[in-house]
């Protein structure tokens, strides 16, 4: 007796199918490899400097004229930090750079953010469209350019000090952060705002009670980005700043460049305390930061 086998063939299948090919175990790509070893790289550009800094700033100085920056401290000398402490009166200088990031981050947030929302929602007008290729034209303009009628115009104000350094940093900020905000705003949906105005909303109401806490996150990178560039800037506060003694602190260190002499030590203690707080600062908001930029490159 010979068994017999019946196959079923579902209509629209075709009788016989094909084998499929035997699937090649998964390897990475090449292309992954050389993207490891450049951010290896990246990474090492970075690092290395921040390394030599904390070194040198724990060393004495007679190991910091030694030659050799990448040697560990030994012994451990933290004195280098209160002698810098003392000589570039940081607590001062702090405090002046503190304010002058603050005045800043705040009012390049409400600014930006006020041009974004009229700019975005105003899209139709030619004027609002003219005014966003006018704030983007701004960010080509180097400042030494304007350097000179900015302190003509500080000084004639009565702003040769840190609030026209926060007021000058803020309106350098504001053709980049209005771009970042236009980007993020137009992925909030209108209908939000109108609901509210269904319900008796006023312009001013909804910008502040719905348009700016869903603006959270670009907040955020737009904060960071206008505290980092406030805090690190030289050449603003170097010109517009009459008075020494309210300078901000990359200023005060330039200042006292030549009192740390060959105590190597001393200077980088120095540059170390003035560049935690952005280091602390980053780390924070680094999630908020992300966050802001990739939803802000996305439209729904």
């Avoid at 030694?66 to 405090?95: I, K, Y």
């Avoid at 330039?254 to 203690?269: D, R």
């Amino acid at each position: 007796m010979t068994a017999t086998t019946t196959t079923t063939v579902r209509a629209g299948e075709p009788a016989h199918r094909p084998a499929e090919p035997p699937r090649r175990p998964h390897r990475p790509h090449r292309t992954s490899w050389l993207l490891t070893v450049l951010l290896c790289l990246a990474s090492l550009t970075v690092l290395a400097p921040l390394y030599v800094t904390v070194s040198m700033a724990f060393k004495t100085t007679e190991q910091s004229v030694d030659g050799n920056a990448f040697a560990l401290p030994a012994p451990f000398h933290p004195g280098s930090f209160a002698e810098a402490w003392q000589l570039t009166r940081f607590p001062v200088a702090f405090g002046v750079s503190a304010g002058v990031a603050a005045l800043t981050v705040v009012l390049t947030l409400l600014l930006s953010s006020m041009a974004a929302y009229a700019i975005v929602r105003h899209w139709q007008h030619r004027f609002f469209r003219w005014s966003f290729v006018y704030l983007l034209a701004a960010m080509f303009l180097p400042f030494p350019v304007v350097a000179l009628p900015q302190i003509k115009m500080t000084a004639a104000l009565g702003l040769d000090n840190p609030v026209g350094v926060g007021l000058l940093h803020a309106m350098f900020q504001l053709s980049f952060s209005v771009l970042l905000f236009s980007a993020y705003l137009r992925s909030v949906p209108v209908e939000l705002e109108e609901s509210a105005r269904i319900d008796g909303a006023t312009t001013w109401q909804v910008f502040w009670r719905i348009i700016l806490p869903i603006l959270g996150p670009m907040n955020a990178t737009v904060g960071i980005f206008a505290f980092l560039a406030s805090w690190n800037d030289f050449m603003i506060p170097s010109l517009i700043t009459a008075d020494p003694g309210l300078q901000t602190l990359p200023v005060v260190q330039n200042i006292f460049q030549s009192q740390f002499g060959t105590s190597y030590n001393v200077a980088f203690a120095s540059y170390l305390m003035a560049m935690a707080p952005t280091i602390v600062v980053y780390l924070i908001a680094q999630r908020w930061v992300v966050s802001g930029i990739t939803q802000g490159a996305v439209k729904s």
